[in-house]
């Protein structure tokens, strides 16, 4: 993609977030968007197919990359262990696009269609790790098992970080997979009565 | 609900997922489904908002059986061995339903919206198994993640289950939270190289 095109690709999704943040996603239009980031109605429509995907633009990239990650770990790592890795290989990713994905969670809270989605999109995001996984050799329904624990530690860790910035997402990551070792450690969830 | 009412909604229950079954979910109107049922389609609008919801219907029930699991366990248990608990008051209510909710899996399975339906309904069940943590005392997202953790197990037990009843669901339950401690114990997602 040529700068240009790009650069325009990177206004429409601030103007964009701008605009929800201030007047509501439900009563933004693509032409107001367009109109902020001073290109045409049709040139946001040459980027996106509507207002809504502009917050899902970075998905696909972010798939690929834990994707790659994933295939390239090695080949003797228990499936946590090779997800923990992939995560921490995108911590660069998000830490570049924190000035959108903060902001953009609380636009996404604000509409119930927009949480929707996003769920719809994280789905997508666990079926996609559990298949890299079972390219590895990790049984069918135990991919989806880690692939699901896997996503939850990622969303704990992003929530913290983009609650507060100031401790790096690394390392909210590193908390967040402890806590699960803790919580999920052996014997854990059979509590004093020695059920199970 | 008087008998006859309580036995229409069965009816129309069970209607409804043979029809989605045969035709397709799309394909199929209320008024088909309470024809069916033998049933006026007044009936059915009584009972059900629309032929989606049919298919929901127990999700009230689940989430208050859980909720109210969740608050009666012993205050001293770990969050997960409060979940196990929980997933393990509702097994009957889960053998009661299998023969409506094994079909059910797979017209859900073939239609993208209803995917989508269930997957909303699953963040809310998730939402409030939190919401119950919480109330006991733990702490807001780590809340969130012991929720995440658990209903991933919840599933990958249900699947099993689905798909081979001779084992009976509360082995699945276990085999699912021995998984979840094995792939989640100490040090497992850590690897050889002794990152973090």
């Known amino acids: 993609m040529p700068r240009t095109a790009d650069n325009a690709r990177k206004r429409l999704m601030e103007a964009a977030l701008e605009l929800f943040a201030e007047n509501g996603f439900e009563q933004t239009t693509a032409a107001q968007i367009a109109e902020r980031a001073g290109v045409t109605e049709r040139t946001f429509f040459r980027h996106f197919p509507d207002k809504r995907e502009v917050l899902f633009d970075g998905q696909a990239i972010l798939g690929a990359a834990l994707s790659n990650a994933i295939a ?3 080949p003797d790592l228990p499936p946590i262990a ?54 590895r050799g990790v049984e069918g329904q135990r991919a989806t098992l880690v692939a699901h624990a896997g996503l939850a530690v990622l969303g704990y860790a992003l929530t913290g970080w983009f609650a507060d910035a100031a401790v790096p997402l690394r390392e909210y990551l590193d908390r967040a997979f402890d806590e699960l070792h803790h919580l999920a450690g052996p014997d854990m969830s059979r509590g004093s009565d020695g059920e199970g």
Chains 1, 2 share one sequence.
Do not use: G, Y
């Not at 269609?113 to 996003?118: C, D, F, G, K």
């Open 72 to 74: 390239a770990a090695p």
């Open 82 to 135: 090779v997800l923990r890795q992939a995560f921490n290989s995108v911590v660069e990713l998000f830490e570049q696009n924190r000035s959108f994905s903060e902001p953009r969670q609380r636009v996404i809270a604000a509409s119930p269609a927009l949480q929707e989605r996003e769920v719809a999109k994280s789905m997508a995001l666990m079926r996609l790790l559990a298949d890299a996984l079972r390219r």
